[in-house]
């Protein structure tokens, strides 16, 4: 808010990432409007159980008369009026990118930055789902080339409006007091302006660059875009004069530019960190430069050493282990001596076993692949954390590959992302402390082929 005053701006908007960010810039600066979306907001009218308003029956175009006070549009037309508003990702791109409200304002700024990329892929990926084009009699196809599916769905667009156009017929004239039956018609009709929606997202897609396409079991299709670029670019186009984006964890390379769509206009502020280099320093300690070829050579060496570790630290502190994968996971509860003191996790009970550990339940030490982002170790919760493994992305994962194929620094960057990310996990303000271990040798390799990848807060911690 403060770089909004120094740059005079009339109008700003704020991205975050979560809606307790949102809050917390609300409590900061009570002036500014916060705009959360429709899931975040009961629907008022009578007899509608505990739909939000993202499945209410104005979303499929009813006219209902409680408008006028309901929250959510209360709030929105607020929004839309205040000149500084906090967004959180998902809210803003859906309303600026389909409903075209918030599109130009004097300065945009992305708060948690790292997360733009991904949070635009997420949003600019397509889900043709099988199950709701079966209601309507269409098949979804089983292409490879995103072009045939745009061939594909300009056939099937007609199909599909007809039908919305027929049932907006029937529902032209629609009492206040609503039928089971008129219910179910808008409902169809809701469905219908998704499936309308994602067709012509598929028509637009062989002119937003290349596409990553999978299919689900369920004769399903999903279309992710290999690279966000040209969608962010376009965001950043229609945003307004000024964006910036911020983030601790920013690589400060041009390859973040070009991630963004940027080529020219752009600059790097690199801000020094207030946090104490001392007190959360990364302790190289590489046992061996991992690769899958000596990964099970390697194996008990990387345990011993992390046991060392905790004997250090246990019982008095509590920390995290970062494993990279479920293999190496296995192997540490499997044959580490403190392996009663650790506790684990799988993709189903995730949530529940970090939730206890923050709440300082259970064995003092957290081993997970999964934990390099959006973990807040604060304070006591953890005091330590060991990096086993460097993050690299798998290469298992075809769409990893297409990009590593199309730009080869972007393996790199992407590994060098997931580390600084890491870093951060137990060092959340300067007056916190922890100490954080690397076992892995490729730390060496990344530091000195990619320098430029590496903030100045990390080569400072890094002893
Ligand atoms: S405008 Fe009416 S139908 Fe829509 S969410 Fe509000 S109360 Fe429900």
């Known amino acids: 808010m403060a770089l909004m ?28 409007q916060v705009c959360k979306g429709k899931k975040n907001y009961p629907c008022i009218l009578p007899n509608q159980g505990h ?7 104005c979303q499929a175009g009813w006219p209902c008369n409680r408008k006028s006070y309901c929250p959510y549009f209360v709030d929105l037309k607020k929004a839309r009026a205040a000149s500084e508003v906090v967004f959180n990702y998902a809210m803003w791109l859906s309303s600026s990118q389909y409903a075209g409200m918030f599109t130009a304002c004097d300065v945009l700024i992305a708060d ?17 789902r099988q ?13 490879l080339e995103v072009e045939d599916y745009a061939e594909w769905a300009k056939q099937m667009r007609p199909r599909i409006s007809n039908g919305k156009d027929a049932l907006e017929k029937q529902l032209l004239e629609l009492p206040e007091v ?14 219908l302006s998704t499936l309308q929606r994602a067709l012509s997202q598929v028509i637009a897609a062989p002119d937003a660059g290349r596409w990553y396409i999978r299919s689900w079991k369920n004769g399903s299709v999903e279309m992710v875009p290999v690279w966000a670029s040209r969608h962010v670019r376009k965001i950043f ?4 004069t000024k964006a910036i984006v911020m983030s601790a964890t920013l690589l400060p390379t041009e390859q973040t530019a070009k991630r963004m769509g940027l080529d020219s206009g752009y600059e790097f502020i690199e801000v020094d960190s207030n946090f104490d280099p001392g007190r959360s320093p990364i302790l190289f300690q590489p046992v061996a430069r991992l690769s ?38 296995d192997y540490v509860l499997a044959n580490s001596r403190f392996a009663k003191e650790m506790i684990s996790h799988e993709g189903s009970n995730r949530e529940v076993i970090i939730r206890d550990f923050l709440d300082g339940k259970g064995p003092p030490v957290l081993v997970s692949p999964s934990i390099g982002t959006g973990f807040d170790g604060k304070g006591d919760k953890a005091r330590f954390q060991v990096i086993l493994k460097y993050p690299f992305p798998d290469l298992g994962d075809p769409l990893v590959r297409m990009r590593m194929e199309e730009d080869k620094e972007s393996y790199d960057y992407d590994a060098n992302a997931a580390f ?34 590496f903030p100045k807060w990390v080569k400072e911690r890094l002893v």
Request: with cysteine; aromatic share 10%.
């Open 5 to 32: 005053r120094i740059l005079q701006a009339q109008t700003g908007f704020v991205l975050t990432k979560t809606k307790q960010l949102q809050t917390q810039y609300f409590e900061e600066f009570p002036e500014i």
């Open 51 to 57: 739909k939000t308003v993202d499945e209410a029956l």
């Open 112 to 128: 948690e930055g790292h997360e733009l990329e991904k949070e635009v892929v997420k949003f600019s990926s397509i889900i043709l």
């Open 131 to 143: 199950p709701h084009f079966s209601k309507w009699g269409i098949d979804v196809p089983s292409f």
């Open 178 to 191: 609503i039928t089971f039956e008129q219910e179910r018609m808008l409902d169809s009709l809701r469905e």
């Open 237 to 240: 186009d229609a945003a307004g």
């Open 292 to 329: 899958r070829k000596n990964l099970e050579q390697k194996l008990p060496d990387l345990v011993t050493a992390l046991d060392e570790i905790l004997y250090d630290h246990l019982p008095d502190e509590r920390g995290l282990v970062h494993t990279s994968n479920y293999y190496i996971r």
């Open 420 to 453: 600084i990310q890491t870093c951060g996990r137990i060092m959340r303000s300067y007056d916190d402390r922890g100490m954080t271990y690397v076992l892995d040798g490729q730390l060496s390799r990344m530091f000195s082929s990619r320098p430029n990848h």
